[in-house]
Every structure is written in C-alpha cells, then in structure tokens.
C-alpha cells in the first residue's frame, strides 16, 4: 500500500513537469508513493514515470477518459485511493488541479489544504505551511482524520531527481460505465505557441495595464520576450482589458512563477501580482513611476518610459 498518491499532469504527449513537483513532498513525508496518470493511449507516459522512485505508476487508460472532464477524474482518484487504502492523494496547484482534486476531495470525505510550500512536524503531529493574504502571511494547518488532499506550490519543491531502478507500471481496473456523466466534452481550443511554457520558462517577461492595447503588448512584451528565449505573462488588469490571455495571468488567481529571470513591464506591482513572482531568481522592474511597490521586491530597477527603454533594449539583445 502506497501512503501516498501524486496526480501526474499530462497534455496527452508528454508529463507536465511541474507536476513532478509533488514527489519531494512525497519524499519528504515518507512511505511510498505512487504515481497516478489518468487518460487515454498512455503508454508513453507511463515509461516516462518509472525511474521517480515511485512503488508504482498506477495507470487508468479509458477512451471516456481521453477528455479531462473534471467530474469523470475525480471518480477515478477517488476510487484509485479507496483501492490502494492511500492516505494522502497529492497534487501540483495549477488551473486543472483546482478543478479536479476538490471533487475528489469531496468523495472522499477528505479535508483538503492547498498551496503547501512546506512540511513541519508539530508535538508529534505533521503540519502543512500554506502562504495566506496573497503571500503576505503564512498558516500552519494541522489535519485530522486517515486520508487527506494537498496540492504544493511547485516553486517551493525542487525537482525530484530520478533513481536508478524502474518500477512496475501498474493498470487499475475500472468501469468505465460507472462514470459520472455531468458534464460532456464539446470542443478544445489550443493556442499554438513557440515559447516556452509559462510555468517551466527560465525567463519570463511580463506587462501590465500601461501597455494599452493587445498589440502594443505582444511587440513589447513578446518581443522581448522572444529575443530571450522566455515566456511572456501578464497582470491580471492586463488580462481584464483584454490585452493577453487569461493562461497568461501571473499572481494569487493566476499561476505562479519561479524563473531564473522575471521582467516587469510597467508593472506597479499589487499584492497579489507579487505573490505570484516571489520565488524568481533575480526580478527586473521597469517602470516610470520612482515609487511603484514593485521596486521594493526588484533586484535591479529602472525608472523610465517603457516605450523608449523596452524597444532600445530588444535592438541591443538582438545586436549581441
């Protein structure tokens, strides 16, 4: 029996690789651990998961699952845990773990703790540090009861090194019949895209509200953006006046980073914009306001017009 189970994202080809995240926690919490991958035609994935030091990749391939339909995968984590007499069922937080793990949660009868950056032990007990007040606080929560649901914050776990011996691949049985069928796949929309992943570039160069229009964004921030080989990202008023998409919102609703490199482009710099860039090696803030609450957290700060800067700066970059 696994004490614990980490949900393994995928995009149907290839592991999300923050969601590998979750195996440190693993680690650190101790007993084995297995690796769930829930879809469709996952023998790829599943091979790709065997040196993590897992007991076991536990897959569950069904063509009712090739769509991640969040009331069908929560049928299928709750009863792979039930099986398995798992303890703790572990996730990466992302858009879709959100969705997912607090309706397994609630089938499980289960409490759940979320944004976990660490793991303390208390009198005896094992507690969960969850950052509070968008990253300004933090709590520690100590949880009853034999089984319960964490998702980290993969910023705050290092990478799992892979181990020398492959494990078994294991495949849970199921009926597929049983699922729930409230909600029903209609269609997918996939934005192509040669940047790198938002959550996974090791720059990442974002822009606020002062950019003005969905052009004006994508020449300075994208072009900047591409002359380092980074992702591009923005405020969530950024988003709101429709100048980037909603995946691309970085802070306390949207995703949070940790590259080695995070330029803001006139970005003042709310709380909850913050708390999503924390954990960035070295921050770059341009931005002509002297006092912009952004500055305070900046390794490197310039005050100036974004409009004059950011184009001399792209020219030098592709210049050498």
């Given at each position: 029996?696994?004490?614990?189970?980490?949900?393994?994202?995928?995009?149907?080809?290839?592991?999300?690789?923050?969601?590998?995240?979750?195996?440190?926690?693993?680690?650190?919490?101790?007993?084995?651990?297995g690796l769930l991958v829930?879809?469709?035609?996952?023998?790829?994935?599943?091979?790709?998961?065997?040196?993590?030091?897992?007991?076991?990749?536990?897959?569950?391939?069904?063509?009712?699952?090739?769509?991640?339909?969040?009331?069908?995968?929560?049928?299928?984590?709750?009863?792979?845990?039930?099986?398995?007499?798992?303890?703790?069922?572990?996730?990466?937080?992302?858009?879709?773990?959100?969705?997912?793990?607090?309706?397994?949660?609630?089938?499980?009868?289960?409490?759940?703790?979320?944004?976990?950056?660490?793991?303390?032990?208390?009198?005896?007990?094992?507690?969960?540090?969850?950052?509070?007040?968008?990253?300004?606080?933090?709590?520690?929560?100590?949880?009853?009861?034999?089984?319960?649901?964490?998702?980290?914050?993969?910023?705050?776990?290092?990478?799992?090194?892979?181990?020398?011996?492959?494990?078994?691949?294991?495949?849970?049985?199921?009926?597929?019949?049983?699922?729930?069928?409230?909600?029903?796949?209609?269609?997918?929309?996939?934005?192509?895209?040669?940047?790198?992943?938002?959550?996974?570039?090791?720059?990442?160069?974002?822009?606020?509200?002062?950019?003005?229009?969905?052009?004006?964004?994508?020449?300075?921030?994208?072009?900047?953006?591409?002359?380092?080989?980074?992702?591009?990202?923005?405020?969530?008023?950024?988003?709101?006046?429709?100048?980037?998409?909603?995946?691309?919102?970085?802070?306390?609703?949207?995703?949070?980073?940790?590259?080695?490199?995070y330029i803001a482009l006139?970005?003042?710099?709310?709380?909850?914009?913050?708390?999503?860039?924390?954990?960035?090696?070295?921050?770059?803030?341009?931005?002509?306001?002297?006092?912009?609450?952004?500055?305070?957290?900046?390794?490197?700060?310039?005050?100036?017009?974004?409009?004059?800067?950011?184009?001399?700066?792209?020219?030098?970059?592709?210049?050498?």
């Amino acid at each position: 029996m696994a004490e614990s189970l980490i949900l393994i994202e995928h995009d149907g080809q290839q592991v999300k690789r923050p969601s590998l995240h979750a195996i440190a926690l693993a680690r650190q919490l101790g007993g084995e651990y297995g690796l769930l991958v829930v879809g469709h035609s996952l023998d790829g994935i599943a091979e790709s998961l065997v040196s993590y030091g897992a007991s076991a990749v536990v897959v569950v391939d069904d063509p009712a699952l090739a769509e991640p339909l969040a009331d069908r995968y929560a049928a299928v984590i709750a009863e792979a845990a039930r099986k398995g007499g798992t303890k703790t069922i572990l996730g990466t937080s992302s858009t879709f773990t959100k969705d997912v793990l607090p309706r397994a949660a609630a089938l499980l009868d289960a409490p759940m703790v979320t944004d976990v950056v660490a793991v303390e032990k208390i009198e005896g007990s094992i507690c969960y540090r969850r950052p509070v007040n968008a990253g300004s606080m933090f709590a520690t929560v100590k949880v009853e009861g034999d089984r319960r649901v964490l998702t980290i914050r993969a910023t705050a776990f290092e990478f799992p090194a892979a181990t020398a011996a492959p494990c078994a691949i294991k495949r849970l049985d199921f009926d597929a019949a049983s699922l729930p069928n409230g909600m029903q796949f209609i269609s997918r929309e996939e934005r192509k895209s040669d940047r790198p992943d938002l959550t996974e570039a090791r720059v990442v160069v974002s822009g606020g509200r002062p950019l003005k229009d969905r052009e004006t964004f994508e020449r300075l921030v994208g072009g900047l953006a591409d002359v380092l080989g980074g992702a591009m990202g923005a405020t969530r008023a950024a988003v709101d006046a429709g100048m980037a998409p909603n995946d691309y919102q970085i802070g306390q609703t949207g995703k949070i980073v940790a590259p080695e490199l995070y330029i803001a482009l006139g970005i003042s710099g709310a709380i909850q914009h913050l708390a999503g860039i924390k954990d960035s090696r070295v921050i770059v803030a341009i931005n002509n306001d002297p006092d912009a609450p952004i500055f305070q957290m900046a390794t490197y700060v310039f005050v100036g017009d974004l409009y004059q800067v950011v184009p001399q700066l792209i020219e030098s970059i592709r210049r050498g």
